[in-house]
């Protein structure tokens, strides 16, 4: 007899996945989530944004890349998750909005209930760490399509700002200067590249190097660091132009994109020192440095822009959260460019 489950579906696993999930989801929930019975929707409570003048709704899709290869390598799948938030809510505070809800996509060969639930378990996580929930998400079983191993996973959010607040490139002027908000590592760009290094370098994730003080692959799965709190609290303690998201082309590149052409962001790379780890890649893997400028954040996982006058300031709000910030570069006049110095 020809069934779902002979096809390589199986219902009760996924049943079963849903049931493990409940709890840690319920930790990033919000006040303004409102149950949805049915459960074929997430709701939110848009009465929220009548505290709004003009809000302006912000949405953002992302996903981890081949990041998840390490993961399912490592059998460790509780903190990518967190990864995908990061990718997501960081790009949605750029803009200055406050991240409001994720919804999440799971794609896997076979549905295995403890890592489905571990793996959502990060999403909701990661929303904790941002601020905003996780209303809902699906996931789906391809077999024949992936391996029984195999996973990846996207997400979705959205935020709102007010629009006289909204951060962009037309407030950022020459004097202004550029900080550096520390990343935690990678991140979740620039894995393709990775791999390949781990592969032809012939490395191993179990590896002990010299640089690190963990292994290779412990150092690699280290979650992306989620910055949108603290951004979000340096823009109510202090006048902020501009933030960039230091993603897949890296610092030069992304910072660029919340510059007008009016003005060059000079960076002082002597200003700080890159985590181990992209020693280990550009050593192992013979990478030049333009290779690694814009692949990689090498360090420096967000940018924001201030006056002048409001650095010190800025720099003290973060650290009080624990947040390594420093004096990365200034604005002058230009034609929209990233350049280096030292």
């Known amino acids: 007899m020809t069934s779902y489950a002979a096809a390589g579906v199986d219902i009760k696993a996924g049943d079963r996945a849903v049931e493990l999930m409940k709890s840690r989801v319920a930790r990033s929930r919000r006040p303004e989530v409102v149950d949805d019975a049915s459960g074929f929707a997430g709701l939110f409570d848009a009465s929220a944004l009548l505290r709004f003048k003009r809000p302006l709704l912000a949405t953002s899709t992302d996903g981890v890349g081949t990041k998840v290869m390490i993961a399912q390598a490592l059998g460790r799948h509780d903190t990518i998750g967190i990864d995908l938030v990061g990718m997501v809510v960081d790009d949605l505070v750029v803009c200055g909005a406050e991240p409001l809800f994720m919804t999440d996509y799971i794609a896997c060969g076979k549905v295995v209930p403890e890592r489905v639930a571990d793996i959502v378990g990060g999403v909701a996580e990661g929303c904790r760490l941002a601020g905003c929930a996780l209303v809902g998400g699906e996931t789906a079983e391809h077999p024949g399509a992936m391996g029984a191993d195999e996973y990846d996973l996207a997400g979705a959010g959205t935020g709102v700002v007010e629009a006289s607040e909204l951060l962009g490139p037309d407030r950022v002027r020459p004097g202004d200067v550029v900080l550096g908000l520390s990343s935690s590592g990678v991140h979740s760009n620039g894995y393709s590249l990775v791999r390949h290094v ?66 060059d962001a000079v960076l002082d790379r002597s200003s700080w020192t890159p985590q181990p780890i992209f020693e280990v890649i550009s050593g192992y893997g013979k990478v030049p440095q333009e290779e690694m400028d814009r692949t990689f954040n090498l360090g420096v996982g967000m940018c924001a822009i201030v006056p002048a006058e409001a650095a010190d300031a800025a720099l003290s709000t973060l650290r009080d959260r624990d947040q390594h910030a420093w004096v990365l570069g200034e604005i002058v006049p230009g034609t929209g460019e990233t350049r280096f110095t030292a």
């Open 198 to 263: 781990v592969r032809t370098a012939g490395l191993t994730l179990e590896a002990s190097l010299p640089e690190l003080d963990r292994t290779l692959g412990e150092e690699l799965l280290e979650p992306t660091r989620i910055y949108s709190l603290g951004c979000l609290e340096l823009t109510r303690s202090v006048e902020v132009h501009a933030f960039a998201h230091i993603t897949g082309g890296g610092l030069a590149a992304n910072l660029a994109r919340s510059l007008p052409a009016s003005v």
